[in-house]
């Protein structure tokens, strides 16, 4: 089975930035689908972003578009979400995520390797 391990969240201010990681262990995914999602108090998980194998489809969510910045190198089997403009509402676990067996999609079901989630807090 597939691990993977995000890093990089943390505290920050609204206004302000953060990067995260989420590194594959030991595995080669081959044309794996990466991606992330995330979960706020009280509310349901919802898409973040996804990445195609190669890069050559990008999907954001409404809500992060033009913030957000989704990259991987698969040399190195990650993923990183570059968080830019960070709000309050934007304060949530982030879950990276991954599949060998579908494509680019929004919905949570599609994925089947999960990481632990990383907390990321905006303050006001």
């Known amino acids: 089975q597939v691990q993977l391990v995000e890093s990089g969240g943390g505290l920050v201010q609204a206004g302000g930035s953060l990067g995260l990681s989420c590194a594959a262990s030991g595995r080669a995914f081959g044309r794996s689908v990466m991606g992330w999602f995330r979960q706020a108090p009280g509310k349901e998980r919802e898409f973040v972003a996804v990445i195609s194998w190669i890069g050559s489809i990008i999907r954001y969510a409404d809500s992060v578009k033009g913030r957000f910045t989704i990259s991987r190198d698969n040399a190195k089997n990650t993923v990183y979400l570059q968080m830019n403009s960070l709000k309050p509402e934007d304060t949530a676990v982030y879950y990276c995520?991954?599949?060998?067996?579908?494509?680019?999609?929004?919905?949570?079901?599609?994925?089947?390797?999960w990481g632990q989630g990383t907390q990321v807090t905006v303050s006001s």
């Open positions: 995520v991954a599949s060998t067996r579908s494509g680019a999609s929004r919905s949570a079901e599609e994925y089947d390797y």
